[in-house]
């Protein structure tokens, strides 16, 4: 969170500075019970029970972050507690890094980049690399972040496609119901599904082999959502051609096998993090718990918490 959000924070609440301490416990037993709103990192840990019962006041979590599967967000409702998300802010951001990723997966960019720093240049020619032309693109979930970055793939000139819960009226789009459909017929795959129970592991072998050997990853959602061991394991293989990652099981650790993977680009969860865009998020955490605790209904409250948007 940029500095301004925690000052606009600062200036509006009491606020509590947990993530500085070096005893959390000893600090949560101390201000807990006074303790009426959270803002919390969708990336900081998991938010559940453990936690509510540590706040017996908690009113609201305002999650920083579109996707909030690091927070319970059915436990919260069942205590009357709302969660908002930061939705809509950061849809253009994280679709240009996706098409970034894209380009630089196929492209070889930050090989190239590796290459010339290390003086590799004068010695030969970097290697050629794929194309995006003649690919078709296949993109798993068709949402606010999914069609930004399908607009994005109309200018390359590229076919689109995309499975999700169902078809989409407002897009002219090819949809295929089932994701194996949709990969047998693409050489891209964009995974911008959310995270939690419902799309864990969608990405499994039998999806990366139907992929093929040119095709190529891209995963700007959630680790969670690719089985992280097949995916390398068919990269070794070279079952499939590539990936490009910015989501990984277990944040901030890459396994050390995807690290030895040359055709790989990883990058460390960096979708929306532009300084205007954790700026944009950031004020709608404060915006959310401002609207909250003037008895004006939450903003943007995630779908779990609906029936509880207004505080009273
Ligand atoms: C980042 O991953 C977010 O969910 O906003």
Not at 58 to 79: H, Q
Not at 159 to 167: C, K, Q
Request: hydrophobic fraction near 45%; avoid cysteine.
């Amino acid at each position: 969170m940029p500095a301004s959000v925690i000052a606009a924070l600062e200036e509006r609440f009491v606020l509590h500075r947990l993530w500085e301490q070096s005893d959390p416990d000893a600090f949560l037993a101390a201000v807990g019970p006074d303790v009426r709103g959270m803002a919390a990192s969708t990336l900081a840990g998991t938010i559940d029970a453990r936690w509510f019962d540590r706040l017996p006041a908690l009113e609201i979590i305002a999650s920083f972050g579109v996707g909030y599967d690091k927070v319970d967000a059915n436990a919260a409702a069942s205590r009357g507690i709302v969660v908002t998300n930061t939705p809509g802010v950061l849809d253009e951001e994280v679709a240009d890094l996706a098409v970034g990723l894209l380009l630089a997966t196929l492209r070889r960019i930050p090989q190239a980049d590796r290459f010339v720093r290390e003086g590799r240049w004068p010695a030969g020619h970097f290697p050629l690399s794929p194309t995006l032309r003649g690919r078709r693109v296949g993109i798993l979930g068709l949402g606010a972040i999914g069609k930004a970055v399908a607009r994005r793939l109309d200018a390359f000139g590229v076919p689109v496609a995309y499975h999700g819960r169902s078809p989409q009226k407002s897009v002219s789009y090819e949809y295929h119901a089932t994701l194996p459909a949709l990969t047998a017929a693409s050489d891209v795959l964009i995974a911008v599904v959310p995270g939690g129970s419902g799309t864990r592991h969608l990405i499994d072998a039998t999806v990366l082999e139907a992929l093929g050997k040119n095709g190529v990853l891209i995963n700007i959602s959630r680790g969670s959502v690719v089985n992280q061991d097949a995916l390398v394991a068919a990269l070794q293989a070279g079952t499939i051609g590539g990936a490009g990652l910015d989501v990984f099981d277990d944040e901030p650790n890459v396994p050390e096998a995807l690290i030895a993977i040359e055709n790989v680009v990883l990058l460390p969860h960096i979708g929306s993090a532009s300084d205007a865009t954790r700026t944009a998020m950031g004020q709608l955490v404060v915006d959310n718990l401002q609207a909250w605790f003037d008895d004006t209904p939450a903003i943007t409250p995630v779908p779990e918490s609906l029936h509880l948007a207004r505080r009273r």
